[in-house]
């Protein structure tokens, strides 16, 4: 279960990236990974320009956390 901590961050991350609809997501993000390497790819997703970006900066998002994942970013 998401601490208040952890739903706080996510809803933080869902709205940076207009992408509210996977809320869920996004805070099962927040309970398996640090708050410092969700907050360094979401500041590398905002900083792309949107015409460089295929699909959405959610979908840009979830890939680079899944890509990063066992790098050193979990919170294990």
């Excluded at 601490?3 to 207009?18: F, M, P, Q, V, Y």
Aim: proline share 1%; with cysteine; net charge positive.
């Amino acid at each position: 279960m998401a601490t208040t901590k952890e739903t706080k961050l996510a809803r933080e991350i869902a709205d940076a990236l207009g992408d509210n609809d996977s809320l869920a997501v996004h805070i099962g993000f927040c309970e398996k990974f640090s708050e410092a390497f969700l907050r360094k790819t979401l500041q590398k997703v905002l900083s792309i320009p949107e015409d460089q970006i295929r699909k959405t900066r959610g979908a840009l998002f979830t890939y680079l956390v899944n890509q990063n994942y066992g790098k050193g970013s979990s919170r294990d």
